[in-house]
């Protein structure tokens, strides 16, 4: 019987550069429970940290960024303000999309530690994650009509709280322009101002400038320990 490779999993950056030095450590001692394990975490963290990082989550706050500025500018146009958390009818359905890439920017963003951040930071972008996919149910909720002001604001709140969570650990990592961008973008959204919604947009735009221009390469292998 044909035994499955336990690498065909990983990346192929990854095969190239490990893959026959793992090979070999398998081919020496078969793998136990921990160590499939182990390889499966492995698996896991090296699609999420390539050497050189995805374009995905620069390109998703651009979009994002982009979409929020032009449906800023549409609420702040209005002659009254509309009521918190500031959303208009018509432009729920695209402020949806706009939620959904800034949640895959948030995430991104999150990345940019590798695996610096330990549990800690596995647990904070775990959250960060759960609040931007809360927040953009509850918008596609809202366009279904089966859901209210309230729960959209709190859906929202979550997935600022998050953003801040972040930008925070970012910041701390030394990360200082992504990482205060990305909390001030959080910060902007749990206020209820028009301006804030704008420099929300604007926030995330220079995010992914930022992050298009300046890609840090990761140094330390993702795998089998």
Do not use: C, K, N
Not at 22 to 32: I, S
Not at 170 to 195: F, I, K, M, N, Y
């Amino acid at each position: 019987m044909r035994v499955m490779d336990p690498l065909r999993v990983y990346p192929a950056w990854w095969r190239a550069r490990y893959g026959d030095e793992v090979h070999a450590l398998l081919e020496d001692r078969p793998p136990t429970r921990r160590d499939r394990l182990d390889l499966g975490r492995g698996a896991v963290d090296a699609w999420l940290h390539p050497p050189v990082p995805s374009r995905v989550p620069a390109v998703a706050a651009l979009v994002g960024g982009g979409l929020w500025t032009m449906l800023a500018t549409v609420v702040t146009l209005q002659p009254v303000a509309p009521d918190w958390p500031g959303y208009l009818l018509e432009i729920v359905p695209l402020a949806a999309v706009a939620a959904a890439t800034l949640g895959i920017a948030t995430v991104g963003a999150g990345l940019r530690r590798g695996d610096a951040g330990g549990r800690l930071g596995g647990a904070v972008l775990v959250a960060a994650a759960i609040g931007s996919v809360a927040w953009t149910i509850a918008l596609l909720a809202t366009v279904a009509g089966h859901v209210g002001p309230v729960p959209l604001a709190v859906s929202q709140t979550l997935a600022m709280l998050g953003m801040v969570a972040i930008g925070s650990s970012l910041v701390r990592a030394g990360d200082g322009w992504v990482g205060g961008l990305v909390t001030g973008a959080g910060l902007l959204l749990l206020v209820p101002s028009t301006l804030g919604w704008l420099a929300f947009g604007a926030a995330w735009t220079a995010i992914g400038i930022i992050e298009l221009v300046w890609r840090p390469v990761r140094t330390g292998p993702a795998g089998f320990a």
